[in-house]
């Protein structure tokens, strides 16, 4: 019984660091995206806007999400109701928004390709922000 836990262990220790990797670039990766598109002044274009926005909401996704499967490899769960549907509202909210972002920034693209002076008229990032 004590090989049985001790090989099982073992087992999710590779899923651990894996896990453990995946929300450290994710964290650090879509920060430094947002943080270039706000430092830098020409990346503020409805193109980089509706990346921003998209890296906001993997963001979320991979903090909430990868600290979920973390504490389930630990064999540690969330007691608190409050807390369980803080974390569902936030993975259903964050996946809402990554696809919508994925949609918004098709339809920037084919305006951009197949109305080139229209686009520069009707999407600007006052318009892209308030969509």
Do not use: W
């Not at 836990?5 to 929300?23: H, R």
């Not at 993997?58 to 807390?83: A, C, F, H, P, Q």
């Not at 920034?105 to 318009?127: C, D, G, M, W």
Request: aromatic residues 8%.
């Amino acid at each position: 019984m004590i090989q049985l836990t001790l090989s099982l262990s073992a087992a999710l220790v590779p899923s651990l660091k894996v896990c453990t990797v995946l929300l450290i670039t994710g964290v650090i990766g879509n920060s430094l995206i947002i943080l270039q598109v706000i430092i830098n002044k020409y990346m503020r274009n409805p193109t980089f806007i509706v990346i921003c926005g998209l890296a906001a909401s993997d963001l979320i996704m991979v903090s909430v999400r990868l600290t979920k499967e973390i504490t389930d490899v630990l064999g540690k769960t969330i007691n608190t109701t409050i807390l369980c549907k803080l974390q569902l509202f936030l993975l259903q909210v964050s996946a809402y928004s990554a696809a919508y972002h994925l949609v918004l920034l098709s339809v920037i693209r084919y305006f951009f390709l197949v109305h080139p002076f229209q686009a520069e008229k009707y999407l600007t990032n006052k318009n892209v922000c308030e969509t």
